[in-house]
């Protein structure tokens, strides 16, 4: 397995060439998979099996789906892509193996690399299924810019945030070329990738599987950035450094209903101690409480802190309007950070106690007016750049319950010179993440979930510190009236640490350098790139990247015009061979062309035997899923193949819009289709379902959050039960987890399991199980 990747400008092209013998003496499937970090998309896929190409390519959505419908009814084999480590997409792939034959991948994906906390990062995922004879990271790192702080981190798992350990050290070469130009390269033996394996914390016998990070930055002009010019296209990269800090007024809008029992609101009361001692001297904050009711606390006199509507009121207001009224209420003022006020916010926070519902629409419009009076009352002259940090872990259930009239109504209420940016956070496997999306991308924020796992204190912290320290505020970029085509250019808040890129196109070169506008700590100021360069990586793929994933985000945030933004990036999408929600992956076998449909996935694995389906589920699991070689085990081979064929130039798209990619098996022709028995052998479900174990105790009942059940390995239950959600997004009926084979390969962590679960007779936990089963 070699990975090799070409960092040109932030921008990165990594090939991975995975070259596998079965020597064996009958047909095996080897499976091919890759997990891309979520800011990747594919640009290539080959697959050579005993000398035979099958090379992928991009075609309309809707029209591959068609094909993958044949191609299912014909019962051809397929595989997809499935999500593995935190925020990535695992891009999957079987193939049958003939005797004594070989195979060879070759998957190529390309990204921007984006910067955060002062430095990029390339993450290179290596999960290869077993240890594997020569495996070998080349990274080629070639700038405009200097390079400093070059460094290969300790490798990663990619689940959990912690301290860097020692003995995860790659012991990797880094080979300084010149100023602009670096080298670093991972080469370990068997004997190091079980080493490695053992620390990770993972079955030796499965290899290496975690994360291989080289961080860098670049120096960089102090005011108006950089740009990069190749073929009458550009790409400014703007970093300011030299900019002190904006004052802030920051409003933490907490989750505190029911659900939040347990670990999560002790998880919660850390981070937010953490977060506490990270805020800047005379900056403001807000501490907000919400269930059924909203609760702004008094952190000098809690006897002061004001419910709304007023305690006594009935708590269920599904039925009472959405309309909220501030009339003759007075709120607490916000907070100016100090020692003895963020004291009193510890002790605040220390007394939480979760109960109640989940009314979001009330409690973002409290945030928003505790905005307005900290901008009409200020505390000492002085303009603050409002936060709403707004964590919740479920549906809203209280007042107003439509997501889409609450991403409305407070979109609308939101407007103007007095925006406040929401960053929404989503905590476990029941907020609905899409939604939180949605309604920070309007309101000038981003959303990120929070993984409901031993490190989520650490995860929040991590959080806080992307937008700690805004330096800029309705940040717009100017350019001369020649340039069309540009990607955004209005900013409503730039933090330290991160960079903002524009792209567009003039035809040829720039004459007079944009000017950036901006308000910082000593109001309105202008900024203008003091050079202007000619880029050796390609500026028209980086714009046209940046263009489908904008019109993406407006047609998910737009309330008309869907269809024709949808067009638009299709339109892009075929042009440019970018797999997008639009467009979908192909795989092309000689004499046949057999397409699969790609949905949004988050997990999966094919179990032999099982049909194989796109689908949809909410939620990444903790952990990896298996993907190893199936037994006996495959030899890696070197030098049996040139390099990779050629393939057409495609491009990327951002992880977060990665739809599955499925494909046809190259041997699927020959493959003959099984039956599967309506009910799986007991003893084969833990084999099947491995994660069944962490949560099945050892007198067989399984630990669910919503009590103790019974598996029911040796029932047959023939009674007729409603569910609302299959693991296929639809109704279905209820049925013992044994009893539904059909939604095995979709139950891929026990979080998403959960998410489908049922009970029967009141002991039994089973699952929802599609109705023509």
Not at 264 to 272: C, S
Not at 284 to 306: G, H, P, Q, R, Y
Not at 365 to 374: C, G, P
Not at 439 to 455: E, M, Q, T, V
Request: contains cysteine; glycine residues 6%.
């Amino acid at each position: 397995m070699h990975v090799t990747s070409n960092v040109s400008n932030r921008f990165a092209h990594t090939t991975v060439t995975s070259r596998v013998k079965n020597i064996a003496t009958k047909s095996q499937e080897a499976t091919f998979s890759i997990v891309l970090p979520e800011t990747a998309f594919i640009s290539g896929f080959i697959m050579e099996v005993d000398g035979k190409n099958y090379t992928a390519y991009v075609k309309e959505k809707e029209e591959a789906k068609k094909d993958y419908d044949q191609a299912v009814a014909r019962g051809l084999g397929a595989a997809h892509v499935a999500v593995s480590a935190r925020d990535s997409n695992r891009f999957t792939v079987s193939v049958n193996v003939e005797p004594e034959t070989k195979a060879a991948f070759y998957l190529t994906y390309e990204e921007l690399l984006k910067r955060d906390d002062g430095h990029y990062e390339q993450v290179i995922n290596l999960h290869p299924g077993q240890p594997v004879k020569d495996l070998s990271v080349e990274v080629l790192i070639t700038e405009s810019r200097k390079i400093i702080d070059l460094k290969a981190l300790p490798l990663r798992s990619g689940n959990e945030i912690g301290d860097d350990k020692g003995d995860l050290d790659p012991r990797a070469d880094l080979a300084i070329i010149n100023d602009k130009t670096a080298v670093v390269k991972f080469s370990p033996n068997i004997e190091r990738q079980k080493q490695l394996a053992h620390v990770l914390g993972t079955n030796e016998d499965e290899g290496l599987a975690g994360q291989f990070v080289v961080q860098y930055d670049v120096e960089r002009d102090p005011n108006g950035g950089e740009v990069l010019i190749q073929d009458g296209y550009f790409v400014h990269f703007f970093a300011p450094t030299e900019l002190a800090p904006l004052p802030k007024h920051v409003v933490f809008v907490l989750d505190t209903s029911s659900s939040m029992w347990g670990q999560k609101i002790e998880q919660l009361k850390e981070a937010m101690n953490k977060i506490l001692e990270q805020l800047h001297n005379n900056d403001l904050f807000s501490l907000v409480e919400f269930n059924s009711n909203v609760k702004v606390w008094d952190l000098n006199n809690a006897e002061s802190s004001v419910w709304y509507p007023t305690s006594g009121d009935n708590f269920n207001f599904r039925d009472k309007g959405d309309e909220v009224s501030f009339e003759g209420l007075k709120f607490p003022s916000a907070s100016v950070v100090n020692p003895d006020n963020i004291k009193n916010a510890k002790d605040t926070i220390s007394q939480l106690v979760p109960g109640g519902g989940t009314d979001i629409l009330t409690a973002l419009r409290v945030s928003l007016h505790l905005v307005e009076l900290a901008k009409d009352h200020k505390v000492d002259e002085v303009n603050r750049q409002p936060i709403i940090v707004f964590l919740t872990d479920g549906d809203p259930t209280v007042r107003l319950t439509s997501t889409e009239e609450i991403s409305n109504k407070i979109s609308e209420y939101n407007v103007g010179l007095r925006r406040s940016p929401i960053f929404a956070l989503s905590f476990g496997s029941g907020a609905d993440r899409d939604f939180l999306q949605k309604l920070a991308l309007r309101n000038s924020g981003f959303s990120k979930h929070i993984y409901d796992a031993a490190d989520a204190a650490l995860q929040l912290e991590d959080f806080y510190r992307q937008i700690s320290s805004p330096l800029l505020a309705n940040v717009t970029f100017k350019y001369e009236p020649s340039v069309t085509s540009l990607t955004k250019t209005e900013f409503p808040i730039h933090f330290e640490g991160s960079e903002i890129v524009v792209s567009g196109w003039r035809g040829t070169d720039l004459i007079e350098p944009p000017v950036i506008h901006g308000w910082g700590v000593g109001g309105k100021l202008s900024l203008k790139p003091a050079v202007i360069e000619r880029s050796v990586s390609n500026v028209e793929r980086l714009w046209a990247y940046m263009q489908i994933k904008q019109l993406l985000e407006k047609k998910e945030t737009a309330d008309k015009d869907k269809e024709d933004l949808k067009k638009k990036a299709l339109d892009l999408a075929l042009k440019y061979s970018f797999v997008t929600p639009v467009s979908s992956l192909v795989v092309v076998k000689p004499n046949a062309t057999n397409a699969v449909d790609t949905e949004a996935a988050t997990g999966g694995s094919h179990v032999p035997g099982y049909p194989l389906r796109a689908f949809s589920a909410a939620g990444p699991p903790a952990g990896y899923n298996s993907y190893k070689f199936a037994q006996p085990i495959f030899d890696d081979f070197s030098q049996q193949y040139p390099s990779p064929p050629a393939y057409p130039a495609f491009s990327r798209i951002p992880a977060a819009v990665i739809p599955s990619l499925a494909f046809a098996s190259p041997n699927a022709e020959e493959e003959e289709v099984s039956v599967e028995e309506e009910t799986t052998q007991a003893a084969d479900l833990l084999t099947i379902l491995p994660w069944l174990k962490t949560i099945l105790n050892d007198n067989g009942i399984l630990d669910l959050p919503s009590g103790k059940y019974k598996l029911g390995l040796n029932e047959t239950i023939t009674d007729s039960v409603d569910c609302p959600k299959t693991p296929l997004n639809e109704a279905g009926h209820c049925s013992l987890l044994h009893s539904c084979p059909q939604v095995h390969s979709l139950l891929i962590s026990s979080d998403v399991f959960v998410q489908h679960v049922c009970i029967l007779k009141n002991e039994y936990a089973g699952v929802c199980c599609p109705n023509d089963s």
